[in-house]
């Protein structure tokens, strides 16, 4: 099993900046992928930003110049940036790990419990 806890969120005004955190403990894998997904009322959960193992990256086109996902390793941990933050990004935004194997397949996705992030305009 695998513990996520976010921390983070809060009330920005628009075009601010928050700084999301999550803290991944547990079993987890060396092949993995850590990131955000957000759910505004009335929509689908949607990917916000990932972060391989491997190093690499992958935004949600509605954010790409404007956030930064990044990962400390070590303390499997990872963040997400946020700048320039408009009305329409308030969402609740969770973690995400996704344990591999090493040919790719899914062992293992957990969440966690969700942060919120209201940006007023």
């Known amino acids: 099993q695998v513990q996520l806890v976010e921390s983070g969120g809060g009330l920005v005004q628009a075009g601010g900046s928050l700084r999301l955190s999550c803290a991944a403990s547990?079993?987890?894998?060396?092949?993995?992928?850590m990131g955000w997904y957000r759910q505004s009322p009335g929509n689908e959960r949607e990917l916000v930003a990932t972060?391989?193992?491997?190093?690499?990256?992958n935004y949600a086109e509605s954010v790409k110049g404007r956030f930064m996902i990044s990962r400390a390793n070590a303390k499997n941990t990872v963040y997400l940036q946020m700048n320039s933050l408009k009305p329409e990004d308030t969402a609740v935004y969770y973690c995400?790990?996704?344990?591999?194997?090493?040919?790719?397949?899914?062992?293992?996705?957990?969440w966690g419990q969700g942060t919120q992030v209201t940006v007023s305009s």
């Open positions: 995400n790990v996704i344990n591999l194997y090493g040919a790719g397949l899914v062992a293992g996705r957990y």
């Open positions: 547990g079993n987890i894998f060396s092949f993995n992928t």
């Open positions: 972060f391989t193992s491997g190093g690499s990256t």
